[in-house]
């Protein structure tokens, strides 16, 4: 049995032929996008795209959490560790199967795939200390 990995290239992606590993253009495994963890404050809206674990706080009122979309094949999963009170809904740019997700209490999860720019974001799995958080379906 050979150890000898094949790749193809396509249009900028690189293949692992055999493999689902896909890369667009320019992107690396260290690609932060695809490691690492970043922190998200009460009161900040955006949930960035800049690495694959997001620690949400939420402050005292309601949040009307935003998600741009991301790139093909990019995962990241959105956990509320620190529940201030108020409920964080995340609501994608682009999404298929859903339109928001309520953040309520900590521990709540989610994790999400960017497909393409048509599909958005899918859910892959949603979980929570007394119950998932609540996903508000298309």
């Not at 692992?16 to 253009?25: D, I, N, P, Q």
């Not at 932060?32 to 674990?53: H, K, M, N, Q, W």
């Not at 997700?101 to 007394?130: C, K």
């Amino acid at each position: 049995m050979s150890n000898t990995q094949n790749y193809m290239e396509q249009g900028g992606a690189v293949w692992r032929v055999g493999g689902s590993l896909v890369l667009e253009a320019g992107a690396t495994l260290t690609d932060e996008r695809f490691l690492g963890s970043v922190a998200v404050a009460a009161d900040e809206l955006v949930i960035p795209l800049t690495a694959r674990y997001v620690s949400k706080t939420t402050g005292a009122d309601a949040e009307a959490l935003t998600l741009a979309d991301g790139t093909p094949g990019q995962v990241i999963t959105i956990s509320l560790d620190a529940d201030g009170g108020g409920t964080g809904t995340l609501t994608p740019a682009t999404a298929t199967g859903f339109v928001s997700i309520a953040f309520a209490d900590a521990g709540d999860n989610a994790t999400l795939e960017y497909i393409d720019d048509t599909v958005g974001w899918i859910i892959l799995g949603t979980a929570g200390v007394a119950a998932p958080p609540a996903v508000a379906l298309a």
